[in-house]
Structure formats: C-alpha cells, structure tokens
C-alpha cells in the first residue's frame, strides 16, 4: 500500500506536561490510519517520552523520528552580551526564550540532541526557565536537523518586530551551525503572525537557497478535543478560560491529514514534499538500556551485597535495640529474648529485599541518606521506604 505524501514533525505528545494532550498510542494509530510512513515527537524542552515513542512506532510500523523543541535565549543582533549568552542583552537572557525545533538524524545528533535538553536545564542562570545559547547550540550541532520554529521562533520573531538585518544575522548563524540541515519553516493556523512573515520567510528562502517545510504544531488529535486543551493551557498558566490576554491556541492545532496539509499548502508543494526528505534524512531511535545506577559502596575483601546490606541492617539494629529496648539490668536471657522479634523481623525484610532484586537499590539510598547526616543536612528516611531507615 503507498504511504501518504507528508509527515507530521512537530508533534507535542502528553510528555510536554502540561501542554500536549496526545497519547503515544494514539498517535501511532492516528499515523497508521493516514499511512504517515513517519512521524517526529517535538515535546517541549524534554525526551521523557522518547523511549516510549520509538518502541510504540517501531512496533506499529511507523519510522520515530526523536526531536524537541528547544528554547533558545532571544537573539538581539547586537554586540552586547550578558550572562554568558552571545548576541544577547542580560535582559534578554531572562525573557521569553525563542524556539528553535531540531530532530536527530543519528547517533551523533541523538548524543547532541540529549546533551541540549539536559544543558537546557542547567545553563539558565538567575531563575530563568530552562533555556541554551545560541553558542550552546552551535558547539553541539552535529547530527542535527533544525527548523525555524516558524512565528516563535527568533527568525520570526525578529522579521515580525521588522528587525530584517538581525534576522539575517541570526539565519548568518543557524546556516553556519546546521549547513545542509537547516529548513525554513512555513506555518498555516490561520494566525496573524504566520501571514505577515511568511513572505519575508519565503523571499529569504529562495535569496539563500534554504528549503521549505511545511509543519502543523500538533497539541491534540481532533478538533473535538479543541476545548479540553484549552482548559490545560489555563491549568498551566494559572488562567481561567474566560480570561482575555491569556495564552491560545486554536482548532488548527490539531493532527491534519496528509489530504488536508496538501490543500493547505497546495502553492507550496516542495514545502509538503520536504517532510518526507526529513524523514529518509533521519535514521535513529531511542534504544533499550540496562539502568545506569551507581555502584553501592562496597569493600573489595569479595563480600556481596547482599551481605554488605545484612552486616549495615545488623548494625543499625544492634544499635537501636540498645538505645531503645534493652536496659542495663537485663540478664543475656532476656537480652536475647527481648531481641528476638527485631531479629526475626530483620530477616524477614531482608528476604523479602534479596527476592526483589533490591539491594542495591537499598545500598544507594542508605549511603544517600548517611552522607546527608554527616553533612548535617536535616533527612527523613524518605518516601516512608525501607531503604532510607537502612
């Protein structure tokens, strides 16, 4: 059966919290029933869901495309820096970020793709919301496939405040990072923004020879679903629905077929045909792992840890009961008589640990938590978890 003439890749799953309201599952039927041969995940400044979406895609027969939607500090055009940002104002290095949507086309852009998201949380200096540098993102741009963002992003957002000559400083920058892997994106949810910049976004295009892609920001499949969106965009803003200046989508917003992006772009063609070149140009995905865990803190003397875990139990048992139960005028009888429900309970949890395959599970939780308190960091035992009284 041939497969459909466009792919969805900008794609919010319900893993950009609070904003997409688009199962996995049900994206991967959504995709099968138009024949969408691929489809790219684009959730908002995070991959919590990218396990989920490749082995959902794969075993419904459809081609995952990794990629998110990163927030990019506003790029200014001018020579001033602050906060370690290039091209941008200290002021602007605590606005509303810009986006910028980049999709892994292998090994080495899933790598960058996983250090972005994770630098994107930890480069914001001040208490601003996670966000990189346009430096950031050039050092690690390898692998990478990068779309404009279309009105949100900078390139847009500069041609709507008429700042031609810093948008072709910043596209300057965004050609060189991504040279052959840089698409200028096309928009059509009827807003005003995407009217007035798409010729601006065309004429650039064709001055520089940058393709076109046509895209739908998708945050739920059907346009019944339009109204109960609307009411998690609130829930996340902190706004009510009749609320005016509040942030809005709209009906648009929704999964399109394949038939209508064609009718929506049907002067664009090559703007259609650009996904499905995107999708052939991307080839990896989320792979299965074992649990990269820390080792317990263990001596080498060959003891396992299991009996590392029964030795620290009976320790800190020891030291209880003598604190809490036994009394100095108690004979070795009573002693042990007074001892032996703690001890038989001990080894009961223990057991029942070793059974679970928890252990060292426990270990690391333990070393956590007794690190903590000889730091004289105040530390309950946890989630009311038998590894933090360990």
């Known amino acids: 059966m041939p497969h459909a003439d466009f792919v969805h890749l900008r794609v919010h799953t319900n893993y950009s919290l609070l904003e997409g309201a688009i199962k996995v599952p049900d994206l991967v039927k959504q995709c099968q029933g138009h024949h969408m041969p691929a489809v790219a995940m684009t959730d908002t400044v995070n991959l919590f869901g990218g396990m989920e979406f490749s082995g959902k895609c794969a075993a419904g027969g459809i081609q995952p495309i990794i990629g998110c939607q990163l927030a990019v500090t506003p790029f200014s055009g001018t020579k001033e820096e602050g906060a370690g940002?290039?091209?941008?104002?200290?002021?602007?290095?605590?606005?509303?970020?810009?986006?910028?949507?980049?999709?892994?086309?292998?090994?080495?852009?899933?790598?960058?793709?996983?250090?972005?998201?994770?630098?994107?949380?930890?480069?914001?200096?001040?208490?601003?919301?996670?966000?990189?540098?346009?430096?950031?993102?050039?050092?690690?741009?390898?692998?990478?496939?990068?779309?404009?963002?279309?009105?949100?992003?900078?390139?847009?957002?500069?041609?709507?405040?008429?700042?031609?000559?810093?948008?072709?400083?910043?596209?300057?920058?965004?050609?060189?990072?991504?040279?052959?892997?840089?698409?200028?994106?096309?928009?059509?949810?009827?807003?005003?923004?995407?009217?007035?910049?798409?010729?601006?976004?065309?004429?650039?295009?064709?001055?520089?020879?940058?393709?076109?892609?046509?895209?739908?920001?998708?945050?739920?499949?059907?346009?019944?679903?339009?109204?109960?969106?609307?009411?998690?965009?609130?829930?996340?803003?902190?706004?009510?629905?009749?609320?005016?200046?509040?942030?809005?989508?709209?009906?648009?917003?929704?999964?399109?077929?394949?038939?209508?992006?064609?009718?929506?772009?049907?002067?664009?063609?090559?703007?259609?045909?650009?996904?499905?070149?995107?999708?052939?140009?991307?080839?990896?995905?989320?792979?299965?792992?074992?649990?990269?865990?820390?080792?317990p803190p263990i001596s080498d003397d060959g003891r396992s840890f299991s009996q590392v875990l029964e030795e620290l139990a009976a320790k800190g048992l020891d030291k209880r009961l003598t604190e809490e139960v036994l009394t100095p005028g108690m004979s070795d009888a009573e002693k042990a008589e007074a001892s032996r429900p703690y001890l038989d309970r001990l080894q009961y949890e223990i057991g029942i640990i070793e059974q679970m395959d928890y252990v060292g599970y426990f270990l690391i939780v333990a070393d956590f938590i007794q690190w903590t308190k000889s730091q004289g960091i105040p530390v309950g035992p946890g989630r009311g978890s038998g590894a933090g009284s360990v």
Do not use: W
Request: some cysteine.
């Open 85 to 295: 940002f290039s091209g941008a104002s200290a002021d602007n290095a605590l606005s509303k970020p810009d986006q910028l949507v980049v999709l892994a086309q292998n090994d080495i852009g899933y790598g960058n793709l996983l250090k972005l998201v994770s630098l994107s949380h930890l480069e914001p200096d001040g208490g601003a919301e996670p966000r990189l540098s346009l430096e950031t993102i050039e050092a690690n741009s390898d692998g990478l496939i990068a779309l404009t963002g279309g009105p949100n992003g900078g390139l847009g957002r500069l041609l709507l405040e008429g700042q031609e000559d810093a948008a072709a400083l910043l596209l300057d920058r965004l050609q060189g990072a991504f040279s052959g892997r840089l698409y200028i994106e096309l928009m059509r949810h009827n807003l005003a923004a995407e009217k007035t910049i798409e010729p601006k976004l065309l004429d650039l295009a064709y001055a520089r020879d940058i393709p076109l892609v046509a895209t739908n920001e998708c945050f739920f499949l059907s346009a019944d679903m339009y109204e109960a969106h609307d009411a998690l965009i609130c829930i996340a803003d902190g706004a009510y629905v009749s609320q005016t200046g509040r942030r809005v989508l709209t009906p648009e917003h929704r999964f399109k077929s394949p038939q209508e992006m064609r009718a929506l772009f049907a002067d664009l063609p090559e703007a259609i045909e650009n996904t499905l070149v995107i999708a052939k140009r991307c080839g990896v995905m989320s792979e299965g792992r074992e649990p990269l865990l820390p080792r």
